[in-house]
C-alpha cells in the first residue's frame, strides 16, 4: 500500500475534501510544511546533500508567486489569507511589495465607488 493510501485509510480526508489538514480539521500552515519537509530530506538523503538549496519547502517559491499574483490581481486580502493559512497581517507583511504601483487602480476603485468614475 502506497503511503499516500495509508494515509487516507488512516485518517481519511477534511470535512471540505482536503488531504492534509492540523488535528482540529484546518489548515496546515506552512511552517509546519516546511518543518516537515526539512526532516523528510534529512531522513530520505545524506546529511551532506541536506545542506543544498533544495532543502528549502517545494511550496515557498510557488506560494510567493501565487500569492502575490493574487494580490496583484485584486484578489480580496482576506480569501488570500485564507488560502494561504496565514491572517490578513502576516500576508500583507510578508507580500505588500507586490502592491507597488497599484495606487492609479485604487483610486479609479475609489473614484467609481463614490459616483465619479
Known sequence: MSLLLYSLDTFGV????RIFFNERGGLVGSTTYSRVW?????LR???????WPARRSPLR???LRALS???NAGVDPT???ERAGNTVE???ARYAKCLDGRQGIANRRIEKLLGGG
Open 14 to 17: 477534511a470535512d471540505d475534501g
Open 38 to 42: 526539512a526532516e523528510a530530506r534529512e
Open 45 to 51: 538523503a545524506p546529511s551532506r546533500a541536506c545542506q
Open 61 to 63: 517559491p510557488a506560494a
Open 69 to 71: 499574483t493574487w494580490l
Open 79 to 81: 480569501e488570500v489569507a
Open 90 to 92: 502576516v500576508l500583507l
